[in-house]
């Protein structure tokens, strides 16, 4: 089993729509959670970031961590066709300062 | 901008060829890192330099040769590469002492080998 398990899609939604992103995990030592989002023929840009249980809002972001069952997610609301692109998950464990990243899932948002 | 620069972003090189990839963070960052991204398949770290001192080596073949004179700078010798290593490598840096050690990426250099 992968450290980090993400469904790469693609994902297609039409605009304004809710999009829900999702990774789960393996390694219950991992405490640190991000979310990177790639356009194509780019470098990833972190987006959000958090190390606790529960939600953090940034906009029309949502990053949600939920422990328990070792699953996180990334909400966007009022979806726009310029989010379109690969958004990454990476996690870090308190033993290991290097990120675990998940294979990325691709986003479509059409018009 | 992200504070991570990298040079070339563009680069064709033939399989007899030395280049050179540079990267430059200006972020005040003690870690930094190579990974290479292939088409449709996930993130590969390479290598990972901490305070000028490297870290990690994830069984990367000799043809590429890193090297990282300071904490700002890292570079990624390349020679007698194969058609296969044909991808973006990122480059990233990071805090190691900073809460989750959240790295940041540079806008990466495309790398053709023909």
């Known amino acids: 089993q992968k450290e980090v398990e993400q469904d790469p899609g693609p994902l297609s939604v039409p605009e304004g729509a809710i999009v829900s992103l999702n990774c789960t995990y393996s390694?219950?030592?991992?405490?640190?959670f991000m979310w990177y989002r790639q356009y194509s023929r780019k470098g990833p840009e972190l987006l959000m970031y958090t190390y606790s249980s529960g939600n953090k809002e940034d906009g029309r972001f949502t990053a949600q961590v939920d422990k328990s069952s070792k699953y996180i997610s990334l909400f966007i609301r009022d979806s726009q066709p310029s989010d379109s692109a690969t958004y990454l998950c990476a996690i870090t464990s308190g033993g290991s300062y290097i990120p675990t990243f998940g294979r990325g899932t691709s986003l479509i948002v059409h018009p | 901008e992200t504070g991570v620069t990298q040079t070339p972003r563009h680069l064709v090189m033939g399989m007899t060829n030395k280049k050179s990839l540079k990267c430059e963070q200006h972020?005040?960052?003690?870690?930094m890192y190579w990974y290479k991204q292939s088409a449709k398949k996930p993130l590969e770290l390479m290598f990972v330099?901490?305070?000028?001192?490297?870290?990690e080596n994830n069984s990367v073949p000799s043809r590429f040769s890193p090297e990282c004179p300071n904490s700002s700078h890292l570079f990624l010798h390349l020679h007698t590469l194969q058609p296969e290593d044909s991808a973006l490598y990122l480059c990233a840096s990071s805090q190691t002492d900073s809460s989750g050690n959240t790295i940041y990426f540079g806008e990466g250099s495309w790398l053709t080998v023909v």
């Open positions: 390694n219950s030592a991992f405490q640190y």
């Open positions: 330099y901490n305070f000028k001192e490297q870290t």
């Open positions: 972020l005040g960052h003690n870690a």
